[in-house]
């Protein structure tokens, strides 16, 4: 739009601090229990909590950004600069970024053409040394130390000195990401408009990692100790798009009105890389920066790695829209999509959608319902596709099968079959029933939406086992199964207060989810269940989640706790109710025998999030909270760390809730956990100053308080970051990035 030049700086600090620390021992408890003989481990006489050293206490991430915009009726414009440094919580853990946009917007030809161009780049430093060794860290002795007494750093080869690693090493990614996109919008006589899209992304970063001398890595490395190790990959990935489409309007009379369009897509999308890495470097000088000068590489054992692949998407598709006097209205959607990704057979397939809505607020009928403002219901089913796995799925493939010594006694490489063709391979479809209600009631006061939907995937997409002969490989890439979920969804916005200097205004959504695997197998491959979620850690327990056909997803199986021994052995209960020891048990998968029993689930059955905004004068206050509800979480810290037979640091919990237990590390309901949790996400107060100035149109200043408070009565890590999606979900880390509580202060100028 035209109007004058105008300016806009954005900008905010922001301070993080720890929220919610795993709840170990510290050195002077640590040193207590063994005095007191309820811990039989050494005290090495220091004091080090390993776990914080890792954390960045002086971190302050800022956000600057600039833009400007103008122009004419005829030529618009809109540019900005954004330059942001982030700084993690973790030591060497951060990103620089520099970010430039440029938007033109131009019309000619009387107005009946219009193009716009965007273009963007993103130059990004990341340091990706820190974020990690957080459980080794927490679960050292912490009467150890991370340095030796002459000063130097410790080593030993049981763990890694996570701090040390942060001064004797280097990982760095340097990246660029641009964008290039224009859009042609050409009228060519009333009713019929064409419009030419294309667009181009290129992402190109280059990784490297050096590692001291004097680093862990390089003292203990057994076949060139003492040397130097570095690294270097670069990766480059494309994407192109082309898009034209012809869309016609008509009015027919003065109540029928039907749109149709009609275009084609043309997607491709390339990424190639390599890598190299070599060991022996005899100084430091170089960094990464000289490969060649490593002894391994000399020895015909440094590592060489490269590759390129690609995909391409076509699709052709056509929507048509009618609607009678703005009371009854359709819509039909077709798509021929075509991807590169698919068998031989099965390349192309076909996505309809049909949509119906009924605009029940316009009719005559309806005019006398006054505390109804408007009222729509609608009702839809589409088919959609996924092709989101890996390229070359479908195809034989051939991969390094070994060096072997030839008849001239020379060692050569191998190449043979790597993968099973698959010509079958087709498209997933998920395909979905929804049935809608807009509405708008008591003077637009309270507006909203409720829907109700089916979802059902089909020709699920997954490895199965194949037998050999008469296939190549042991697995095959194929489409077998079905899955489903059914939920409802409401959305509410409500205008509480509306007073001359106070408004009150409130958002609120809530959902309920429901989902099962119908099918898993067909005619060629049987897969009565599939196990997912593993729980890792010691003990080499398995996966948590056993997913039956006509079962539901997320769904823990395991052992039924039913106490301890006199002498703190585990006690589980049996089939038939009766309490057995854990050799007792049968740990079989199979339901007609097995012991195990459903014991919860990972996927919470509601959702519900709520956001209050108050206005005051020239004051603003926003406060959002979220949260999820009935679900169950397995706690593997506490599985690991909450009993005594660890050997390192421990929690306190094991010596107070866990403290029956005088046995092995075991899986059952005694660590699921109840997940629900209401968290206090985000609340933030500002303050607009008026001004009355020709230079400065506005200025705002703000604090934000994030991730304040979580309402929970889950005693691990922050149940919000436990993943809660997918077929494995539910399953706690035992070391994860530590969660933050952020402080920000905002400040937006506009002149």
């Not at 997607?267 to 170089?286: H, I, M, P, T």
């Not at 939920?487 to 958002?507: H, P, V």
């Not at 890590?717 to 880390?733: F, H, Y």
Request: charged residues 25%; proline residues 3%; without cysteine.
């Amino acid at each position: 739009k035209s109007g004058p030049p105008q300016f806009n700086y954005t900008s905010y600090y922001r301070k993080e601090y720890v929220y919610n620390r795993p709840d170990f021992l510290t050195s002077s408890e640590y040193r207590e229990k063994i005095t007191s003989g309820q811990l039989n481990r050494q005290d090495y006489g220091s004091n080090t909590d390993f776990w914080s050293e890792l954390i960045n206490k002086k971190n302050l991430s800022q956000n600057h950004n600039l833009s400007l915009t103008g122009g004419t009726d005829k030529t618009n414009y809109r540019g900005s600069i954004n330059y942001r440094n982030l700084q993690g919580i973790a030591l060497e853990n951060g990103r620089e970024e520099y970010t430039v946009r440029l938007n033109i917007n131009q019309k000619g030809l009387d107005d009946r053409l219009n193009i716009q161009m965007n273009l963007a780049s993103n130059f990004n430093n990341a340091n990706l040394l820190g974020g990690g060794g957080w459980e080794s860290e927490a679960t050292k002795n912490p009467t150890l130390s991370n340095f030796n007494p002459d000063g130097s750093y410790r080593y030993d080869t049981q763990s890694t000195n996570e701090y040390a690693r942060l001064f004797m090493e280097t990982n760095y990614r340097k990246q660029q990401t641009s964008s290039a996109d224009i859009k042609a919008d050409i009228d060519f006589f009333e009713g019929l408009k064409g419009t030419v899209f294309g667009s181009v992304q290129r992402d190109n970063r280059l990784d490297a990692n050096f590692r001291m001398l004097e680093s862990e890595d390089s003292q203990e490395n057994s076949e060139f100790r003492g040397g130097g190790y570095a690294s270097r990959g670069d990766f480059l990935s494309q994407s192109f798009a082309f898009e034209p489409t012809l869309q016609y309007d008509r009015t027919v009379g003065e109540k029928h009105k039907i749109t149709a369009l009609g275009g084609y897509s043309y997607r491709y999308y390339v990424e190639e890389g390599q890598s190299a890495s070599n060991r022996g470097f005899l100084n430091n000088q170089f960094g990464e920066n000289n490969l060649s000068e490593g002894t391994a590489l000399r020895l015909g054992r440094a590592d060489m790695d490269s590759f390129k692949n690609d995909n391409t998407l076509i699709a052709f598709f056509g929507r048509v829209n009618y609607a009678f006097d703005n009371k009854y209205l359709l819509q039909f959607i077709l798509r021929h999509e075509g991807s590169s990704r698919f068998g031989a057979n099965n390349k192309w397939a076909n996505f309809p959608a049909v949509s119906a809505g009924w605009n029940i607020s316009n009719e005559e009928f309806f005019k006398d319902v006054e505390f109804v403002n408007y009222l729509k219901l609608r009702a839809g089913f589409g088919v959609t596709g996924n092709s989101g796995f890996e390229n070359y799925a479908s195809l034989l493939t051939l991969g390094g099968g070994g060096r072997y010594i030839y008849p001239d006694e020379v060692y050569r490489e191998t190449y043979g079959p790597n993968r099973n063709p698959n010509p079958d391979l087709r498209w997933e479809q998920k395909q979905e029933l929804n049935i809608g209600l807009d509405f708008t009631l008591f003077n637009s006061r309270l507006n909203g939406s409720l829907d109700v939907f089916k979802r059902t995937t089909k020709d699920l997409l997954d490895t199965y086992t194949t037998p050999q002969p008469p296939f190549i490989r042991a697995e095959i890439y194929t489409n077998v199964g079905q899955i489903s979920a059914k939920g409802i969804e409401l959305a509410l916005s409500y205008k509480a207060l509306q007073r001359e200097n106070f408004t009150w205004n409130m958002d609120f959504t809530a959902s309920t989810l429901r989902n099962r695997l119908d099918s898993y197998s067909n005619s060629q491959f049987t897969r009565e269940y599939i196990q997912f979620g593993d729980i890792g850690g010691a003990g080499a327990l398995g996966q948590a989640i056993i997913t039956y056909e006509r079962g539901p997803v997320g769904e823990f199986w395991g052992k039924r706790f039913a106490g301890f021994t006199e002498d703190g052995k585990w006690l589980f209960f049996n089939k038939n109710g009766e309490a057995v020891r854990n050799d007792q048990i049968n740990n079989s998968a199979d339901r007609n025998n097995t012991d195990l029993q459903p014991i919860g689930n990972a996927i919470p059955k509601y959702y519900a999030s709520w956001t209050n905004t108050f206005t005051y004068k020239d004051f603003d206050f926003r406060i959002f909270l979220r949260g999820r509800f009935d679900y169950d979480i397995l706690n593997t810290t506490a599985l690991s760390y909450g009993n005594k037979v660890s050997s390192g640091n421990l929690l306190r919990s094991a010596f107070d809730k866990y403290s029956e237990i005088n046995d092995t590390y075991m899986y059952s309901d005694y660590y699921l956990e109840e997940g629900s949790h209401l968290k206090i996400d985000e609340i933030t107060l500002g303050y607009n100053l008026r001004l009355k100035s020709k230079f400065l149109r506005n200025i705002r200043m703000y604090v934000t308080g994030q991730n304040l408070a979580t309402i929970t009565g889950y005693s691990g890590n922050d149940p919000d970051l436990v993943s809660d999606t997918g077929l494995g979900p539910g399953i706690d880390s035992r070391g994860p990035y530590p969660t933050t509580r952020s402080f920000l202060f905002g400040l937006n100028v506009g002149f």
